[in-house]
């Protein structure tokens, strides 16, 4: 798939929306992920979800005894760079449908 | 326990006791001892559990994390997020700031009877000056070591021969038998006037100023549970004061000009001096701590350089906010707003908007990021949270009932 | 793995002088064919912190910046190499007072506060 080039501020993508392949809407921008990797840090993994707003926090409030009883998402989706389009940073989206992606549970990392 | 923890036990007890009372916590007191007797004993006494509790937290904080609370916040919930809780406090906070600065200027009008506008200016010179030559132990030692005036509280209650019965009914809350609206509009303005956020922003700033570390975890233990629980007992000797000279009479604390006569009647004319005494000194320390807080805050929060201890040469942001927010404060002394009103207002205010200072500083409390083993326990994390929950809950519901029914 | 919001995005920055130097406003990643978006560099300036809030509003403030002198007007950029991410903060290896961090802080200092007796 064709990657474009450009700059991206990180801080603008913070809280978007993110649509997959099919226009549903996956989650919304939490967290990028990077790792060194021959020398230059690269941009790993993309976190979605609001489940992935725990994250930011720590994820300690989800042990906060009156949160239990909240119906509050626990799930975030975790997508590798290749799978992420951000050409157009107001609107980012994953390249498989939401079905595919890897999801994972908060609360238990 | 070292001698020179010792020491810093008494000197952080002194400063907290000479650094409790102000406008806030005066009036409200005693305008609960007028209206219903010691009927409200619970909300000071409620009040000052939920502020030791988060001093301690506030130094723990401090000294585990080596970060400041707003420092802190900024970092971890992000720009967007913070700006509502800095906007909301720099609010309510300016307006706590301008009645304690009304407060210092009804002191001297009290001393003088030169009336109170006529200080502004004069009260927020000084005030500047004070922020601007001094360092910051030296004001939080000077101004609080002065404070200790305001003992002259207790000593008057305890020869006002209270009903130490009623008074130990009144710590279990208790529905009022009359005027229900007042009476929880007076039990929130306590409860704003015990937990201001202001205070324990302050004083992780302060922890930070005095290079705290893990080692200053007992004494800061120490320094909250005695320094907050000895000045919360200064406010019940007020609320003891006005339930024996006030309460019988029906007579109400409807302006600043009343406030003397708690003390009056029982230490006479020296008496009189030492009230004035005490609310000058309690309300300058009080509009210094303020006008520190917040320009701790906004320095902080947009990583700029801060400290009291610096020369404004070396950190002139710093400076500026608390010079513009002592002028923006003094305004309101100048155009007459009545101290007592604008302190009314101001407690009310704070308890409303209690939780968004309380919920993510206890966010932050549970972080082992931050604190590492010494997060929050269960009981510390129950009390604050149910404490700010409850006190905005019974604002929201008072405020409009107090304004409807025209106030007391 | 380097968690950039929450480990890197509005931390506090530290100069060689141990002096703060504003925060980390924003973060620059470059787009590449085909590899991994690159991390570039951090942003510190009110622009950027502006932009989080209203586009609008950040490029009113920018316009008015760039009024104030040279190279002003844009956001100043930290490389991300320069960056030392080992201690409790960000750190850099320059003095902000060289660069436009501490413009404000500056020209309050110069004009007003040492012109005030007792800075």
Same mark, same amino acid.
């Given at each position: ?109 | ?138 004001? $939080? ?6 404070? %200790? ?22 710590? %279990? ?88 006569? %708690? ?25 210094? $701590? ?68 309380? %919920? ?12 590492? $083993? ?35 | ?119």
């Amino acid at each position: 798939m064709m990657s474009p080039t450009g700059e991206v501020h990180i801080e603008q993508l913070l809280g978007r929306r993110v649509r997959d392949i099919d226009g549903a809407v996956v989650g919304r921008v939490e967290e990028l992920c990077a790792d060194v990797i021959n020398g230059e840090t690269v941009v790993t993994e993309i976190h979605l979800g609001a489940a992935a707003l725990w994250e930011r926090l720590g994820g300690f409030a989800l042990h906060l005894p009156f949160v239990r009883f909240l119906p509050i998402a626990r799930y975030e989706h975790r997508i590798p760079w290749s799978l992420v389009d951000l050409s157009d940073p107001e609107n980012p989206r994953v390249l498989q449908p939401r079905a595919k992606l890897r999801r994972v549970r908060i609360d238990q990392d | 326990m070292k001698g020179k923890q010792l020491l810093q036990i008494a000197l952080g007890i002194v400063t907290s006791v000479g650094g409790f009372l102000e406008i806030g916590s005066i009036t409200t007191a005693a305008q609960a001892g007028a209206a219903f007797g010691y009927q409200l004993t619970w909300s000071v006494i409620i009040g000052t559990l939920c502020i030791a509790f988060l001093i301690e937290m506030s130094g723990r904080f401090a000294a585990c994390s080596k970060h400041t609370i707003p420092d802190a916040m900024r970092e971890r919930f992000g720009a967007n997020a913070f700006s509502i809780p800095l906007i909301v406090m720099l609010s309510v906070s300016l307006l706590v700031m301008a009645a304690e600065m009304g407060g210092f200027a009804a002191a001297l009008e009290l001393a003088t009877s030169v009336k109170f506008p006529f200080w502004a200016v004069p009260a927020a010179f000084v005030s500047w000056f004070v922020l601007w030559r001094a360092s910051f132990g030296m004001i $939080e030692n000077g101004v609080c070591l002065l404070g %200790l005036v305001t003992v002259v509280f207790a000593v008057a209650a305890v020869k006002a021969g209270p009903d130490y019965g009623a008074l130990a009914r009144g710590a %279990l809350p208790t529905l009022p038998h009359t005027s229900p609206a007042h009476y929880w509009f007076v039990a929130v303005s306590v409860l704003g006037a015990s937990v201001s956020p202001y205070l324990y922003y302050f004083y992780s700033s302060g922890a930070i100023e005095e290079h705290w570390d893990k080692s200053y975890l007992g004494v800061n233990r120490w320094v909250a549970g005695i320094g907050m629980g000895f000045g919360g007992f200064l406010s019940l000797a007020i609320l003891v004061l006005a339930a024996v000279l006030f309460h019988p009479n029906g007579q109400d604390v409807g302006s600043y000009r009343d406030l003397p006569e %708690l003390v009056t009647p029982i230490l006479g004319r020296p008496g009189f001096w030492l009230f004035v005494a005490s609310l000058a000194i309690a309300c300058f320390g009080a509009t210094l $701590e303020i006008a520190l807080s917040l320009a701790y805050l906004v320095a902080q929060g947009f990583g700029w350089q801060w400290g009291e201890d610096l020369p404004p040469r070396a950190d002139a942001r710093f400076a500026l906010m608390y010079t513009l927010l002592i002028a923006a404060a003094a305004l309101f002394v100048l155009f007459g707003a009545d101290p007592l009103k604008l302190t009314q207002i101001s407690m009310a205010l704070t308890s409303a908007s209690l939780p968004l200072g309380v %919920l993510p500083f206890l966010v932050l409390m549970n972080d082992r990021r931050y604190l590492g $083993e010494h997060v929050n326990g269960h009981i510390g994390n129950a009390i604050v949270l149910s404490i700010s929950v409850m006190a905005m809950v019974l604002a929201v519901v008072s405020i409009p009932l107090e304004l409807i029914g025209g106030g007391g | 793995m380097i968690h950039l919001i929450a480990e890197v995005l509005d931390k506090q920055i530290v100069d060689k002088r141990s002096r703060q130097a504003g925060r980390a406003d924003g973060i620059v990643i470059e787009l590449r064919e085909g590899q991994p978006p690159l991390v570039v560099a951090v942003e510190v300036s009110p622009i950027t912190l502006l932009a989080r809030f209203n586009r609008r509003l950040a490029s009113w403030y920018a316009r008015w910046d760039a009024r104030l002198g040279h190279g002003r007007g844009t956001p100043f950029r930290i490389p991300w190499r320069a960056l030392d991410r080992t201690g409790l903060d960000l750190r850099v290896d320059f003095d902000a007072e060289d660069t436009p961090i501490n413009a404000f802080e500056k020209w309050l200092r110069q004009r007003i506060v040492e012109r005030i007796p007792g800075s």
